[in-house]
């Protein structure tokens, strides 16, 4: 059985650089990797949960957990952008766009170093039980 400090490689590269812009909700090419890079993070999921043979089932439920957030604030930026525009972008829908983006950002950084906390921990369902907490809070996280 593959151990998941080699598998986690594929996380780091989706997640290390994956930052939400204005630019980025364009309909350009940026788009399209931003989202596919969130999408992607769904197949790592599966490949190391078929990597890990059903053991550490706690760290593919947080990571799970961690994607569906991710997906929601990468929604909620796009929709307000698309929103905003056809209603002549009032200021308000920036502030609130840039309050998600910032939040996304901070998402992906945070995912990216739990990631280097559970290799670096003893790989157990205590390590990550206050992030799959933390991850449940956010649909009732007014904020978003």
């Known amino acids: 059985m593959q151990r998941p400090a080699g598998r986690l490689d594929g ?38 949960t078929l990597a890990l043979g059903g053991s550490e089932a706690w760290l593919t439920e947080w990571m799970a957990i961690e ?13 307000s952008k698309t929103r905003n525009e056809t209603l002549d972008n009032p200021p308000s829908g920036t502030r609130s766009r840039s309050a998600i983006m910032d939040r996304f950002n901070n998402w992906a950084s945070t995912f990216l170093t739990r990631l280097d906390d559970y290799e670096a921990s003893s790989r157990q369902p205590s390590t990550v039980a206050p992030w799959i907490a933390d991850a449940d809070a956010f649909p009732e996280d007014r904020q978003r």
């Open 11 to 48: 996380f780091r590269a989706v997640l290390t650089g994956l930052s939400l812009t204005d630019h980025s909700l364009d309909h350009g090419l940026d788009h399209g990797l931003v989202l596919a890079r969130i999408s992607s993070l769904q197949a790592e999921i599966n490949g190391l």
């Open 67 to 79: 994607h569906a957030k991710g997906s929601v604030l990468y929604a909620a930026a796009k929709i």
